[in-house]
């Protein structure tokens, strides 16, 4: 008995992945993620910004309303943002291996930056909002 709960104790928690749950764009990566989960993907919560949670998660960083960004919540603390917030879960994905060779590159960073932050800036008008039940 000792022992299984020393096992317990020993597994870390999952990273968190902090998403715009009120953005129709975040709903539906946040369940392509989900689906195409593997074990890379194995430590990985998903919640909304929108949850107590998420606010407890991110301290300092929440900030009412709507999120600029994803984030990620890693087990020790550390807060990714961004794009740098998915790319954990890149090698995980079809594709994902060569993205993260690419995104090597300077460049292509910037670029991918920048088309982060334009996507997340015009999301809702793009995209829409999520209807609650």
Request: proline fraction near 6%; charged fraction near 25%; glycine fraction near 8%.
């Amino acid at each position: 008995m000792a022992h299984e709960a020393r096992a317990q104790d020993d597994v870390a928690p999952p990273c968190l992945l902090i998403y715009d749950g009120d953005c129709r764009l975040c709903v539906a990566t946040k369940e392509k993620l989900e689906e195409s989960a593997r074990a890379d993907h194995a430590g990985v919560a998903f919640i909304p910004y929108q949850s107590e949670q998420a606010k407890r998660a991110l301290g300092s960083l929440y900030q009412a309303g709507r999120p600029d960004m994803a984030f990620l919540v890693e087990p020790s603390g550390a807060v990714r943002q961004g794009l740098d917030a998915f790319l954990p879960l890149a090698p995980g994905l079809r594709g994902g291996r060569f993205l993260i060779s690419l995104l090597r590159l300077p460049l292509a960073k910037r670029a991918a930056e920048w088309a982060y932050r334009m996507v997340a800036r015009h999301r809702y008008r793009w995209f829409g909002f999520v209807r609650h039940r």
